[in-house]
């Protein structure tokens, strides 16, 4: 069974740094992408960064350009999401997603269970 399982997120202050993991087993076919999602308190969730597999491409929502990096690392099967310059409006649930690529959320059809991620001083 396929399964995504997120790690990292904690909580740290405006500024501060956070890397998250995304574990991925079970998969029986592959993938074209991993994105990390996230859901600020009273919103809707929405994309942070996309990492296209083949060929690889990192794409990233404009709020976060400059301060996340994804990256993979296909032997550990792990997706990261290094998040610098922590902001407060950063606050939410993050959720990692494997499936075909876009900002969508209908694109993906496996995703993790989340990790709260709290910016707060």
């Known amino acids: 069974q396929a399964q995504l399982v997120e790690s990292g997120g904690g909580l740290v202050q405006p500024g501060g740094s956070l890397k998250l993991s995304c574990v991925a087993s079970?998969?029986?076919?592959?993938?074209?992408?991993i994105a990390w999602f996230r859901q600020a308190p009273g919103k809707e969730r929405s994309g942070v960064a996309i990492?296209?597999?083949?060929?690889?491409?990192?794409i990233y929502a404009e709020s976060v350009q400059g301060r996340f990096t994804i990256s993979s690392d296909n032997a550990k099967k792990t997706v990261y999401l290094q998040m610098n310059d922590l902001r407060i409006t950063d606050t939410g649930v993050y959720y990692c997603?494997?499936?075909?690529?876009?900002?969508?959320?209908?694109?993906?059809?496996?995703w993790g269970q989340g990790t709260q991620v709290t910016v707060s001083s």
């Open positions: 079970g998969f029986s076919r592959d993938y074209w992408a």
């Open positions: 990492i296209n597999l083949n060929p690889e491409e990192r």
């Open positions: 997603a494997a499936g075909w690529g876009g900002w969508q959320e209908h694109m993906y059809d496996t």
